[in-house]
DNA sequence: GTCCCGATCGGGAGCGCTCCCGGAAATTCG
DNA sequence: CGAATTTCCGGGAGCGCTCCCGATCGGGAC
């Protein structure tokens, strides 16, 4: 069929211009040894001149996979997308993936039937392997993408036992020890305003949360947590919430950087002082956590050493594909600054 | 070679499993006309116990495309990735795509080689379009993409005469309005805080400042503009700076909703009302905009028709590619809320 | 019963590339 | 200088699909 874009020369042309055969252009165009020097250079030549760039669906057709890897994003609501969680992760993994010659390609999963879409086109062969961001708990998009038997990792789970690889840091622990801080500095009124609990970091690090008062000796309230989502917009509220419940609070453990900074504005809209009164921790340590007011005592998702372990882990496993699951959990580290 | 993922069954082998030939399985997945119901669904049946999905490159080798355009983001900087804007673009391109069956990849291009890399892939047929946006001034990949016959359509723009097709607001016209709005009003000592100005769209936002003061047979001060990027960062930043040479100012046109929202912080902590002592005016209306305090009066961009007026003019030119470049130019709107 | 005409269907050709076998050319060695 | 290696190189085979030409099959008209 003529669809095929005009003007574009073929292998062959280029080796027919060059006066060698097939075998060498390719020969040359994948670096391989084995081509005199004199050779190459008559056969780049030509392919400057033809101005000529390989097909890529029929090189894959042949064999030699496709050097791309999808970046799925799992979210139905994309606005979600805009939060710093995701353009750090997406700069991360693009650095990771900087020297391999792999293309990032991200794609937004906002309804069953993108989802469909996408499998067909992962399943398709247009991608050597997936990455997966911000699955949720039913989620069953990775089982389908690893009974399709495409490398595939995730960023987090959406459970305790994960039948994938995944990588993930650790959230309970980096809750834990967030509040340990605040009980060492003597704050006994301890509140948390979690992310979504369909998500099972939020959940962990609800988790990190409770266990952190009960080794403390301290009960653990129910009315002492209020559900976000991670963004600004839900700590606002979820803060305005907790301070009517609990006007006696002296600590807020907040699921991420955002969901501090919107519970900050409310504190202050409130006329309390920030420590003194209330003392505030976030987490991520995104750049914005150095930019509120006060600068916000955070604890530190590794976000880089994850984009790297996961680019690592996929592409072993795109090199040679093995049953086995590999499950990283990267340690978390408080980082103290004036909030608390 | 061996590359092939295991287990992936041809339509050959689903031919022979429903007795059929490989031209009659071709019909049925692409649902041709002139199968029998009869053989259809014996077809359709061997796909479902084979599990066979057809493989995308030889597809596309034998000449139908690819089904899969590309949102190319040129951002050195990538953390911009997190603002509103482009969650918007990206969530009104994805609707504008979803039922055309096409697949939205998106891309970061955030250097030379990246670019290179993704010149590689584009040109290698692994797309069959090219969506740019944020495309600064000197930007040479669209005319790379230009010159490899590639369906090209930009977000804006990067001069006054274009050579590639694009689509755009009228910003000129919008911060015009802004600005008249605000002296009819009665303010008289108008500042604003442009965008990045090696983008088209924050020069034509500032001329269409000047344009209104011309108008208003006011004289246009150089002093009474400061450059941000889009940004709330930037936001306060020049707001602080323009209230010191200005302390008298009554009015600010911001280049976005989110530098005005960062404009808004920086009046309120110096202690101005808003809109009593100075009227602030946006532009994009974004959702935050009506969740600023005060609601933000904002130019509003209709980023839904630009999403569908891109991906319209994109197909066309899939469809048949044509020599002559087209231009949309959208309309914008004045959305009067409580900050002027 | 015969002929003709759609409606269906089978399978050859070919998309542009990689892999790899076997031959030609260049070297080295005895 | 001829034989044994190496080093280079050409081109056949084949990846899985779509397109399309021509064959086959059923009926209806005569």
């Not at 600590?251 to 919107?262: F, I, M």
Request: with cysteine; glycine share 10%.
């Amino acid at each position: 069929m003529g669809r095929r874009r005009p003007g574009t020369p073929t292998l062959e042309e280029v080796a027919a211009r060059a006066g060698v055969g097939r075998g060498t252009v390719s020969r040359v165009i994948n670096n391989a040894t084995g081509v005199k020097e004199s050779t190459r250079h008559a056969v780049q030549r030509a392919i400057e001149e033809l101005g000529y760039v390989p097909n890529l669906a029929a090189r894959s057709l042949a064999g030699r996979g496709t050097d791309a890897v999808a970046l799925v994003l799992t979210e139905p609501d994309w606005r979600l997308f805009a939060e710093p969680f995701f353009s750090e992760i997406v700069g991360s993994l693009g650095d990771a993936l900087a020297d391999t010659g792999m293309q990032l390609m991200l794609t937004l999963v906002r309804s069953g039937a993108e989802r469909q879409r996408f499998l067909e086109y992962a399943r398709g062969g247009r991608v050597d392997g997936v990455l997966l961001m911000s699955v949720h708990a039913g989620d069953p998009l990775p089982d389908m993408l690893a009974e399709a038997r495409l490398p595939t990792v995730m960023l987090g789970r959406r459970s305790g036992d994960e039948s994938i690889s995944y990588v993930d840091a650790d959230n309970v622990g980096g809750a834990r020890s967030a509040v340990s801080h605040l009980l060492a500095r003597g704050r006994r009124s301890i509140a948390t305003i979690t992310g979504p609990l369909d998500m099972y970091a939020a959940q962990c690090r609800l988790r990190g949360y409770q266990d952190a008062l009960g080794l403390a000796g301290l009960k653990y309230q129910q009315t002492m947590v209020a559900e976000g989502d991670f963004t600004e917009d839900s700590g606002r509220r979820a803060m305005a919430e907790l301070l009517q419940r609990h006007p006696e609070l002296d600590g807020v453990l907040a699921a991420s950087d955002t969901t501090a900074a919107g519970a900050l504005q409310t504190l202050r809209a409130a006329g309390r002082r920030v420590p003194d009164d209330v003392a505030v921790i976030g987490f991520d340590d995104f750049p914005l956590a150095q930019r509120t007011e006060p600068p916000l005592t955070t604890v530190r998702q590794p976000l880089e050493d994850i984009g790297r372990a996961m680019i690592r882990i996929l592409l072993e496993d795109m090199e040679e594909p093995s049953v086995a699951w590999r499950h990283v959990i990267l340690r978390t580290e408080l980082v103290v600054r004036a909030s608390s």
